[in-house]
């Protein structure tokens, strides 16, 4: 590397950084967040791995590190989800090195740029989740793929074999990195006993981690995402990668329909261009490096897909993002190709343009941006009494998490508990308004999409589970939460 590349690749890897960590606290945790603040991160590390087995359906490695990173940094939402803006921003020159496997500095520094700024990868490495470290060790798993399929060697292979094993105890869906990956290894080099090996190393991991993956999805969750359908999910995933993660597809404000219509558009053309110009100015290992990476992070998206159709469906957009490096490595290598030129240069501004643009956007409006479930539960302020929150079900937990809640559960609450207030937190403008004494007080709208209703009796009133759970009293899926000191036996 040249002085004036690491001076770039630095520069690059320093926007990456500030892009992640200036702004950790601005939105509130969603539901899965409070879930890995409040649920998996017990106070001893055997009760974080009781959590992990019985509450998660993910491998153990990010929740360990978390628990170790929380003892430091607390569970707050800058200090946890501190650990996964460091993930995405080491992914950034893992991604350099990727690119200039195939191709040349240019290429690895456009690969860098564009996933500093990719918005998805920002996004997720401001989630106190796996995804950012399932992306970081599949990027140094390609690192080392690219590497031994260019020169093998037992150094470069044994490093992909740690990267892939790292990998796939950070998320179960590096299977479909790895797998093909594995694949292609085999098949450009069939006599080498140490390809054999080191595929059977992964294989023997994935077989090990398969017990643990079974105790998880035994544990009778939904796969609420199983609701929409297969070709829905897909084409999400593909917006998301260029347009971020809120709001679904076209559920926003016409502005906001036209940034992800047009990053959608504009994202799939720069793709094609990317192709194109690697396939017409490319050399041939420019050309050989972008098929091999290609095809590894194509069969990612492709193979669940696949499997969701014939009713193996775990297609959930967000576990789909490991692919995400693999193609914006394409990207680099296409607009940063031998003989791109100022074409290859346009493209790749047009590409950091359109994702600043982006990020830019999920920062300004509050439909591009995760629930607000803390400025609700400002909102709803602190309880003068014991009470009942009615609230969707995706925001029990980040609730649960702001208000010192508990979860309304008749296994908790058997002879219910008695209140004088019901408050109801609804996404929707029809309600069933509890009943037995209860009046409406107040009704206010929360930007962007919620409408508090608070209702209040006369005199305290027992209220059961059943009252106010299920569709009861929201016309959507819903959870009841009860705080203001009602203990079990009220």
Known sequence: MTRGSAWALASITLIAALIRFLVLG?????????????????????????????????????????????????????????LSALFGTLTVPVAYRAAVEFGRPRAGLIAAALVALNPYLVWYSQEARSYALFVLFSAVALVYFARSVRAPSRTSLTLWVVASALALVSHYFAVFLIGPQAVLLLLA???????????????????????????????????????????????????????????????????????QIGAGIAGALLLVLAVGLVANRGSPEEKHGALAVGLAGGAAIVVPI????????????????GSVVPLLVVAGLGFGAQRAGRAGIAAALAGC??????????????????????????????????????????????????????????????????????????????????????????????????????????????VQVDQVSGDRVLHERSSALVDGGAGGDT
């Open 26 to 82: 601005h939105q509130s945790y969603d539901h899965d967040e409070a879930v890995t603040a409040a649920r998996v991160l017990q106070p001893g590390l055997a009760g974080t791995w009781d959590a992990i087995v019985h509450g998660e359906r993910s491998p153990p490695l990010y929740y360990l590190l978390a628990w170790v990173w929380s003892k430091a940094f607390g569970t707050g939402a800058v200090g946890l989800r501190s």
């Open 353 to 462: 343009v359109l994702f600043s643009g982006v990020l830019a956007a999920v920062y300004a409006s509050v439909q591009m941006q995760r629930p607000d479930w803390r400025g609700a539960a400002r909102s709803i302020g602190p309880p003068s009494g014991p009470r009942v929150l009615v609230v969707p079900h995706n925001g029990d937990d980040p609730l649960a998490y702001y208000l010192n809640a508990q979860k309304f559960k008749p296994s908790r609450f058997p002879r219910g508990v008695r209140v004088r207030e019901i408050d109801v937190l609804s996404t929707r403008t029809e309600i069933t308004p509890p009943r037995h004494g209860f009046r409406l007080v107040r009704e206010e709208g929360l930007a962007p999409l919620f409408v508090l209703r608070r209702f209040r009796a006369a005199q305290p009133r027992r």
């Open 306 to 321: 696949l499997l969701a159709i014939v009713g193996i469906d775990f297609l959930n957009p967000r576990n789909l993002i």
């Open 189 to 259: 080099d069939q006599r080498r006993r140490g390809t054999i090996a080191a595929v059977a190393a992964i294989a023997a991991l994935g077989l090990a981690l398969v017990p643990l993956a079974v105790a998880q999805e035994g544990s009778d969750r939904r796969n609420g995402f199983t609701q929409l359908s297969v070709a829905g999910r897909a084409g999400e995933t593909l917006l998301n990668y260029v347009a971020s993660e809120e709001p679904a597809p076209l559920a926003g404000s016409s502005s906001v329909d036209l940034v």
